[in-house]
């Protein structure tokens, strides 16, 4: 969940960990630290509660020389967000300083071992305690062979973190740095992410390539288990626990500057809530033509894929309600059951596979650690797994057997608006294609979703540029304590969508449910305080839901209603508010449907006055269970 980035190399460090940290605030928001060793080899360690500017603010007379450091910015999980529990963490003797993501599980029984042989602790963090715990380590190595210098030294240390990551159950992401060595940076990884960047005689590390692209689009992602050694000039030497030798793999990243940059909107999520037609239509470039839809993936794999006795689905959050769609989408067009499972509870329920399964595993950042978890669970019994993501070079992508990517582009807002719409387009785009392998769909009807699903980009435009200016409509809601969202068939789990988006980032709560089982509790909350949002597009359950729409409104509640152009009228005597869609196939119609929601979520929380795109206890990369 937090951010790390680092440098070695030949300029100024500093303003590259700073600028790198703002790039990965998304991450994590909660204090931010930064190590360097100064010119005059001093180790030099910040630390602030609170955002990268507080820490900037405090740093300003400070000394950041140094051509070597490294940065963080946290998302707490052991010790309140504090100065103190802020990262870097130091060993005792001041030597060596460690920025660590991800959880050390059993952080309390090494602590315990170290407390044991003198070491004392200033935080209540587990990173403090593998930073000890790599200091020991080392002495014990050093006293064995005497201290060195150069290769012997660096082996050294090697030695130190790998024997001390043997010990440590959990997932990490770390860099440490050492004050008697100004060339040399170490890092590992294992269940969390941690990229590395080339450049002329210099390296950068951070958590994803966002920090990096501006310098460099030459990356190595670190696999696990592997501990790197970065030293200026020098070639790059990574090994593996076993100590042994890695070969370097080197890819080239791309990615545009200018998609980390606000672009004179507001706010990020504002940004990517109006990308949403030009990243929809880089989803479904060179993939979707008037003669059907070609997926690389199924083409290589049909044969595995078509053998399947079923699909899971696994993912968390927004990728699941993006899943839960999908599943309406396979089952329609291609026959064949499908499930979905929350990517948290399939890992412990003891699921039964029997080895024919295709298990799709949605996330958006690649590393969600649950969803990496099902995978491997998969795996081992044998399942074909299928990875919808949106990172290039992520961890789930290379632990998948094929898959796609949804290629929407960076998001930097916590709360998934592009990716969510992507990741349902690309389930669209599988259902048909492995729908024309079955033989399964309708001729009419698949050449009437393909035709809808091109139309989509230019409707996207249409709803954001020429519908109604929800800022008025938000400002009246801004009282609202609780929200229920309604839909069914595909536009349940856009209900679901649209309460999570709102919760996330107004803190107003909020629940979604199919528009049927209003009548099984919900409808006891309804009074003239309850808002309530109706999806009641024209499809065939059009009328159910407006008898739905009747029984809220005879209970006085509130009503806003997504309808189809030219029936606003009809629903306009039922619903305070009509906020029309173009009409579309209606296994499409979340790609619209989900679009007013968003923004009506936005809207809501800039007239609350909060922080839209680092929405509190909230981190766009769910790195740790």
Known sequence: MCGIVGYVGKREAYPILIKGLKRLEYRGYDSAGVALISDS????????????????????????SGQIGMAHTRWATHGVPSQINAHPHVSQSGRFALVHNGIIENYAD???????KGFTFKSETDTEVLVQLIEYTYNAIARRGGQHSGESLHR???????????????????????????????CARKASPLVVGLGEGEYFVA??????????????????????????????KIINLENLKVPAEI????????????????????KEIYEQPRSIRNCMSGRVSPEGVVLSAVRDNKERLLRANRYIIVACGTSWHAALIGKHLIEHLCRI???????????????VLTGDE?????????ETADTLAAIDLAKRQGAFIFGICNVVGSSIPRATDTGCYIHVGPEIGVASTKAFTGQVTTLAMLALCLAREYGTCDPQEYSEILADLQRVPDLMERVLTEGPDLAPVASIFTYARNFIYLGRGYNYPVALEGALKLKEISYIHAEGYPAAEMKHGPIALIDEEMPVVFIATRNFMYEKVVSNMAEVKARKGRIIAIVSEGEADAVAQIADICIPVPCIHECLEPLLTTLPLQLLAYHIAVCRGLNVDQPRNLAKSVTVE
């Open 207 to 236: 958590s994803d390539a966002t920090p990096i692209v501006e310098y460099t689009d030459q990356v190595i992602y670190l696999n696990d288990g592997e501990i790197a050694l970065l030293r200026r000039g020098k070639d790059i």
């Open 251 to 270: 890819q080239t990243i791309d990615m545009d500057i200018d998609q980390l940059e606000k672009g004179g909107y507001e706010h990020f999520m504002l």
């Open 41 to 64: 080899g001093e180790l030099n360690v910040y630390k602030q509660k609170g955002k990268v500017a507080d820490l900037e603010q405090y740093t300003a007379d400070k000394d950041c």
């Open 110 to 116: 090494l602590r315990k071992q170290l407390e044991e």
């Open 156 to 186: 050294d240390i090697l030695s130190a973190i790998r024997l001390t990551l043997r010990k440590v159950v959990g997932a990490y992401a770390l860099v440490l740095i050492d004050r008697n060595d100004p060339d040399a940076m170490f």
């Open 337 to 351: 059951p499908v499930t979905v499972e929350y990517a948290s509870e399939f890992r412990y329920a003891d699921p």
């Open 358 to 366: 295709v298990l799709i595993a949605i996330s958006q950042s690649g």
